[in-house]
């Protein structure tokens, strides 16, 4: 502050003007830096959420599997994973500019997406599921599957850059890659013992929805950091600030809540709670494409149709396809991640332009959106398919019965969540 009363005392404009420069640099710098710690907070509320949507016997081994993921998530993107999504082509094939190329706030903000995208499949195969065999698909996911592909939009010079395709903060590169990776696991571990028995669909209830709805809170809190960090600094491209991306992230997190309620209302007859949590995230990653290109009217109408859509499309995906998804996680981070990545293209908006369908943009941005999306949707199908399939052919990827209905806690780790309480099951 000094230099620059100084600077005003002289008279001296264009010194002036580098020094707020810089103080702009620096508090940009601290947004990140911020940002970065409540995405790393994100991963208690992955934790809480999980455990308490599955049963008490499998806590401990939810909470390994989301301690497991940000170390293992920190090294694995520090050595390798980042090359690969930010290292200039020209330096390279495979990895593009070299080994432990990430460096200070932005390594471990990027560091922290990569986390994320790996324990969206911890919760959807729950209860079931070998340690060792997850330990290994964290590291592939973390270090290889996410950085490739999240390279295709953050890298600056990926194809789907080059055509225009629009991710700001991750619906397709973080949200729909975790998201079918999880649907793809689902299908390969099978159904949890009991689940589906002749015809009928049995409900397995978490243990703690207290928990889970807390879960939500934290992620909720999280999630300004994760969108509004995404800017990159404080204020931003075509006038959008990192205050007003909070703002729209928080209007379509609740309208998503809220179109979820409703629906359960309608559909149960009763407000479903578990249903709702998953319809506030749903309006989370709704908007996480598009935070910074949609109005918040727009933000608003994109989160309450995605708490209306993840209802339908878990029930869908149990019922009709019978697949175990424990706690949604396909539903809510890969459908609705598809989701808000088209949105763009329907109703977005660049500065005072519209870019979609439904203001004057036309079909053009839609269409370059869908081609995004597809594109996340197969790379994560078929690399995850690829991985787990051979897991399964070689180490497994299921636990026994026994230890499946005994529960993960003891056999996996040696410890239960609840001590003294006696295991009934829950």
Not at 114 to 129: D, E, F, L, N, P
Not at 247 to 264: K, P
Not at 296 to 306: D, N, P, S, V, Y
Request: some cysteine; overall charge neutral; proline content about 1%.
């Amino acid at each position: 502050m000094n230099v620059i009363y100084t600077t005003i005392q002289n008279n001296d404009a264009s010194s002036l003007a580098i020094e707020l420069g810089k103080i702009k640099e620096d508090l940009g710098m601290l947004w990140m830096l911020l940002s970065a710690i409540l995405v790393f907070f994100m991963q208690a509320g992955f934790t809480l959420v999980e455990s308490g949507m599955t049963r008490s016997k499998n806590a401990v081994n939810i909470a390994m599997k989301n301690l497991l993921d940000i170390c293992v998530g920190s090294l694995t993107y520090w050595i390798i994973g980042y090359s690969l999504m930010y290292g200039k082509t020209s330096n390279g094939y495979f990895f593009w500019g070299g080994l432990f190329l990430g460096e200070g706030v932005d390594l471990l903000f990027q560091t922290m997406f990569a986390a994320t995208a790996a324990t969206i499949v911890s919760g959807a195969i729950a209860g079931r599921t070998k340690y060792s065999t997850y330990v290994i698909f964290s590291i592939i996911i973390t270090a290889f599957i996410y950085p490739i592909s999240g390279g295709w939009q953050w890298q600056g010079e990926g194809w789907l850059t080059k055509i225009g395709f629009i991710d700001f903060a991750g619906s397709s590169v973080v949200h729909s890659v975790g998201g079918w990776a999880a649907l793809v696991a689902a299908i390969l571990v099978g159904p949890r013992i009991g689940k589906f028995v002749g015809n009928k669909v049995i409900p397995i209830p978490g243990h703690n929805q207290i928990l889970a709805t807390l879960g939500v809170f934290i992620l909720w809190f999280g999630w300004f950091g994760f969108n509004g960090g995404s800017q990159l600094a404080w204020g931003g491209q075509d006038a959008i600030s990192a205050s007003n991306i909070v703002l729209i992230t928080n209007l379509s997190a609740a309208a998503g809540g809220l179109g979820a309620l409703i629906t359960t209302w309608i559909w149960y007859g009763k407000p479903h709670l578990a249903q709702t949590l998953n319809g506030a995230l749903a309006g989370l990653v709704s908007i996480t494409a598009g935070c910074s290109y949609l109005t918040e009217t727009g933000a608003a109408l994109a989160g309450l149709i995605g708490g209306v859509l993840v209802v339908f499309s878990i029930e869908f995906i149990e019922k009709k396809l019978r697949i175990d998804d424990a706690i949604g996680a396909a539903s809510v981070h890969g459908v609705v991640g598809i989701w808000g990545t088209l949105v763009i293209g329907l109703w977005g908006v660049n500065g005072d332009k519209g870019i979609g369908l439904f203001n004057g943009g036309g079909l053009s941005q839609l269409g370059i959106q869908v081609i995004g999306a597809i594109a996340y949707a197969l790379w994560a199908t078929i690399l995850a398919f690829i991985v787990l399939y051979t897991l399964k052919k070689t180490i497994g990827l299921r636990v026994s019965k026994e230890i499946e209905e005994k529960g993960l806690d003891l056999a996996e780790h040696g410890t239960i969540a609840y001590p003294g309480k006696r295991d009934r099951g829950e």
